[in-house]
């Protein structure tokens, strides 16, 4: 019965016309996606109204998106974990090698809620220099520790989330990472307005809706798992040895690059927006005023999240791809894996065109739903626009990483995924800000793309000039 399952899988991915195989795994993706940036936001939107004082409300709303680094380091380990044993046994499941995609579903899983644990105690220990280190002010420090502690808490259970989540994709069960994930984002959104509105929770009530989302994902999951062809998880096929850590360490890394790299950037972003802000002036009703600290980081934090949510369709669509990619390059067929790729970066780009004009025309509009101080609103709407212009290049970068990473390419695969978040924009966060000030840090994300364009796509072409030798 086992042996027939395994068939059945082979035949549908490696026979279904490549453009159908995509989008049938990739909708599912895609509406976790989306959903996911939907309550992540949700966070935003809601302590935005914490309270009747614009100025406590925009200091709840800069706290949030100092936590975003932490969030960013927890998501970027989980998906270490995730990615690199993800595309390992999705390449052995294309070889017919099930043993070792087994123990590798399990030790990855493990790995990911021992990390998870350690992360939660340490940065518990040491929250309140954590939270220093992050910028938080003395306007902002006490909401960004109560978010923070509630957050580290719920580090194991989103760590290891995620790996499930991935490794589920892999095998081409989207469906089931899919209900996984929209089970915890309806939890959220639930929580979010009743904590926070209700209960009079504050940017804590934020924090525990965030965390039992992620525990209801992790649950729903967990179970998942165990239905159909899918690898159930099992503590004997754990094996935390060289080979495996090898295998997580190549397929994960470019994973932990960009997520990690993600968080660096985003801190850099908050503590330059933060002391760019205290001193820039902006003219609001015909009278110069100074930006701030907190409005500035507000701004920044509220265009990051609505980018973020934006290019999550993008990400979806790309993680269809990457069980495609995985499964038939383990298989042989890189003709498939071509047509993918070069089917993704089309329509992607097409889509992302018309996504960024829409947010570049409204961006006004979008970001008054989530700030009301008028200084954090002219800095999110000139961030927005500057990302909205730069938004359809991220189709041939992202893509470009996914395919690299899928077939097992580390170290090409960790280029492309550290040049948008580090090589490109680290550089460019510190020296932009010098000459153009505010604007400098509003503009830094899309120059920032423009530049990984040319460092991703010549990697991609030269791993598919190969193919066809």
């Known amino acids: 019965m086992s042996s027939q399952k395994n068939q059945s899988r082979r035949e549908f991915m490696t026979q279904t016309p490549v453009p159908k195989l995509i989008l049938t795994l990739s909708v599912p993706t ?266 500035a980081i507000a701004g920044m934090s509220v265009a990051g999240r609505l980018m973020m949510m934006m290019a999550s369709a993008l990400i979806g669509f790309g993680q269809g791809y990457q069980p495609v990619c995985s499964f038939n390059y383990g298989a042989g067929l890189t003709k498939r894996v071509k047509e993918g790729f070069n089917f993704c970066v089309k329509y992607s780009t097409i889509f992302l065109i018309g996504i960024g004009a829409v947010c570049f025309a409204f961006a006004p509009n979008i970001v008054s739903l989530f700030t009301r101080q008028e200084a954090a609103h002219i800095v999110g709407v000139s961030a927005l626009r500057f990302m909205s212009l730069s938004l359809p290049l991220s189709g041939a970068i992202v893509i470009s990483n996914m395919m690299l990473q899928s077939i097992g390419k580390g170290f090409k695969a960790s280029i492309t995924a550290s040049a948008r978040n580090g090589i490109c924009f680290i550089p460019l966060i510190l020296i932009l800000p010098q000459f153009f000030g505010i604007t400098g840090v509003e503009m830094t994300q899309a120059c920032a793309d423009v530049l990984s364009l040319f460092i991703a796509v010549p990697l991609a072409i030269s791993e598919l000039k190969k193919f066809n030798e």
């Not at 100025?55 to 270490?80: E, H, Y």
């Not at 099930?98 to 399990?106: L, V």
């Not at 985003?266 to 609001?284: E, Y």
């Open 30 to 295: 895609i509406i976790s996606m989306l959903v996911t940036a939907i309550y992540n936001t949700a966070d935003t939107f809601f302590v935005a109204r914490v309270s009747t004082d614009p100025a406590v409300n925009t200091a709840a709303t800069a706290s949030v998106g100092l936590v975003f680094t932490v969030m960013a380091i927890i998501q970027a380990f989980g998906f270490f974990c995730g990615h690199g044993s993800g595309n390992y046994l999705s390449r052995m499941l294309g070889a017919g090698n099930h043993k070792e995609a087994n123990e590798m579903a399990s030790t990855g899983f493990a790995m990911a809620l021992i990390m998870g644990v350690i992360f939660a105690i340490v940065g518990n220990i040491f929250i309140t220099p954590i939270a220093q280190f992050l910028g938080a002010t003395d306007a902002t420090m006490q909401f960004t520790k109560d978010y923070m502690r509630i957050i580290l808490f719920g580090a194991p259970f989103m760590m290891a989330q995620f790996v499930i989540n991935n490794q589920l994709r892999f095998q081409g069960a989207a469906t089931y990472a899919m209900i996984g994930l929209m089970c915890g984002a309806v939890m959220n959104m639930v929580l979010d307005p009743l904590l926070i509105m209700v209960f009079h929770m504050e940017v804590r009530g934020a924090g525990i809706a965030t965390v039992m989302g992620q525990i209801t994902s992790f649950i729903v999951l967990l179970i998942g798992t165990s239905k159909g062809e899918n690898i159930k998880m099992s503590w004997g096929n754990v094996h935390i040895n060289k080979h495996y850590i090898y295998e997580i360490i190549n397929g994960g890394a470019p994973s932990l690059f960009r997520q990690g790299l993600a968080a660096i950037s985003t801190l850099l972003l908050n503590r330059m927006a933060g002391a760019v802000g205290a001193a820039a002036v902006v003219t609001i009703a015909g009278v110069e005023q100074v930006i701030g600290a907190e409005s």
